[in-house]
Nanobody, 126 residues
Framework: QVQLVESGGGLVQAGGSLRLSCAAS????????MGWFRQAPGKEREFVAA????????YYPDSLRGRFTISRDNTKSMMYLQTNSLKPEDTAIYYC???????????????????WGQGTQVTVSS
């Protein structure tokens, strides 16, 4: 069993940045895939980023690539999402997730991930 806790959300003006953190219980290692999703009111949960192994491989949807950066520190069981050039449409609850043995072909599907945090609210004002 893995427990995940997000932090770092808040209120920021358009164009600003936030660094979100995800702390995992126990000791996650390179066999775990870690990722971020977000969900805005009235919308489905949306894939944001994933990171494999020791951090050498990352995956983003085309719409977010270049603005968001995912990273991890396996020695501290921590995972991060650096969000830059934030827009009002980025407003959502951001969730971290984890799973072992996750294929690239299904990484963007929320129902393929085993472990979830409770989320942290990101609000971007215009």
């Amino acid at each position: 069993q893995v427990q995940l806790v997000e932090s770092g959300g808040g209120l920021v003006q358009a164009g600003g940045s936030l660094r979100l953190s995800c702390a995992a219980s126990g000791r996650t290692d390179s066999t775990y895939v870690m990722g971020w999703f977000r969900q805005a009111p009235g919308k489905e949960r949306e894939f944001v980023a994933a990171i494999y192994g020791g951090g050498g491989y990352t995956y983003y949807p085309d719409s977010l690539r270049g603005r968001f950066t995912i990273s991890r520190d396996n020695t501290k069981s921590m995972m991060y999402l650096q969000t830059n050039s934030l827009k009002p449409e980025d407003t959502a609850i951001y969730y971290c997730a984890a799973r072992r043995l996750l294929k690239i072909s299904t990484v963007a599907s929320p129902n393929k991930w085993d472990y979830w945090g409770q989320g942290t609210q990101v609000t971007v004002s215009s």
